[in-house]
């Protein structure tokens, strides 16, 4: 059925319960594998750079290295593992330093195991997995605590059009609702979106999201 190997998944969590659970789950669907576990950041770290998996469930708070310094150190040594964070409530107060850290998103520990294989799907999709409205909570947090636009000279290299679809991004606007607001197609949306990534040098949406509200371009409530 499928033409290519399993994604291979790297579990990290200090519970063992949850490790267990999830490896469960993965294991369970012909196109993921897990290939390792870790119980604290320093293994996640280790595991990841070892085993090289395509996409690494992260526990937020980690015993002896936190888990977002741990997803820093992963995605530096390895920029095209995704990152899933695994939290316990669906707004962590490390969420906002996770998603600069280089996440793609979040998984609520007590999520059902489809919301699960949906997550892990579309991180590796390339797909940021939190809500707009999680979203927007979390750039709301960040920006009123003070911190001024930051002068960036990457967005001198957008076109207006690709300025104008960002912003869409930065608002949570899927890529359909965005072809429709500019009245273009899908597909020039996504050609769009795939340069604005590119010339910005970052990983996926999250990435854009967060450049465009820390460079001003867009701010919270517009």
């Excluded at 980690?62 to 409530?89: N, Q, S, Y």
């Excluded at 793609?104 to 940021?128: N, Q, T, Y």
């Amino acid at each position: 059925m499928y033409d290519r190997p399993p994604f291979r998944v790297l579990i990290c969590d200090d519970q063992e319960m949850m490790r267990v659970g999830l490896r469960m789950v993965v294991d369970s669907q012909p196109d993921l594998t897990v290939v390792g576990e870790a119980a604290d950041g320093t293994e996640a770290v280790d595991a990841a750079v070892e085993l090289r998996p395509d996409v690494v469930l992260l526990d937020v708070r980690m015993p002896r290295l936190h888990g977002v310094a741990a997803a820093e150190r992963i995605t530096a040594a390895l920029p095209d593992t995704r990152i899933l964070m695994i939290t316990t409530f669906d707004l962590d107060e490390y969420a906002f330093a996770a998603l600069r850290a280089g996440a793609s998103g979040f998984l609520v520990k007590d999520a059902p195991a489809a919301e699960m294989l949906v997550a892990i799907r579309g991180v590796l999709r390339g797909d940021p997995m939190v809500s707009p409205s999680i979203t927007r909570r979390l750039l709301d947090r960040y920006v009123t605590t003070g911190v001024s636009a930051l002068p960036d000279t990457r967005l001198e290299g957008l076109t207006d059009r690709e300025r104008e679809v960002l912003g869409l991004v930065a608002r949570g606007l899927t890529n359909t609702e965005i072809a429709a607001r500019l009245h273009l197609g899908e597909t020039t949306v996504k050609t769009h979106v795939g340069r604005i990534l590119a010339k910005l040098g970052v990983r996926d949406r999250i990435g854009a999201v967060i450049f465009a509200y820390e460079t001003g371009l867009n701010r919270p409530g517009t």
